[in-house]
């Protein structure tokens, strides 16, 4: 199992930046695949990036693709989330997740997600 907690979201005024960070603990805490997804009220949870502790691979939603950064430092069991160029409409809560199972390969499928942190707010003004 996994524990994640996140947090460093905020208000930023738009073109402005902003990193979250995503820590995990647990006794697999390194082998799921691990998430940021975000939501806004009225709105299905949509995946946002993916990445794994293992190697540098990546994937990012179109929509944040060449602004956002998905990072890790594994010794600080930390995944990190880099939000440049940002948007009103990256307005939402962030919430980091790790897969139920244990796997090598990123999913955008939120059921896909079992673990779950409790969520940060990230608001773009305009």
């Known amino acids: 199992q996994v524990s994640v907690v996140e947090s460093g979201g905020g208000l930023v005024q738009a073109g402005g930046s902003l990193r979250l960070s995503c820590e995990a603990s647990?006794?697999?805490?390194?082998?799921?695949?691990m998430a940021w997804f975000r939501q806004v009220p009225g709105k299905e949870r949509e995946f946002v990036a993916g990445?794994?502790?293992?190697?540098?691979?990546?994937y990012y939603a179109e929509s944040v693709k060449g602004r956002f950064t998905i990072s890790k430092d594994n010794a600080k069991k930390t995944i990190y989330l880099e939000m440049n160029s940002l948007k009103p409409e990256d307005t939402a809560v962030y919430y980091c997740?790790?897969?139920?199972?244990?796997?090598?390969?990123?999913?955008?499928?939120?059921?896909?997600?079992?673990?779950w942190g409790q969520g940060t707010q990230v608001t773009v003004s305009s």
């Open positions: 647990g006794r697999t805490w390194n082998r799921h695949v």
């Open positions: 997740a790790a897969t139920a199972g244990i796997d090598n390969r990123i999913t955008t499928i939120k059921e896909r997600y079992r673990y």
């Open positions: 990445t794994i502790w293992s190697g540098g691979n990546t």
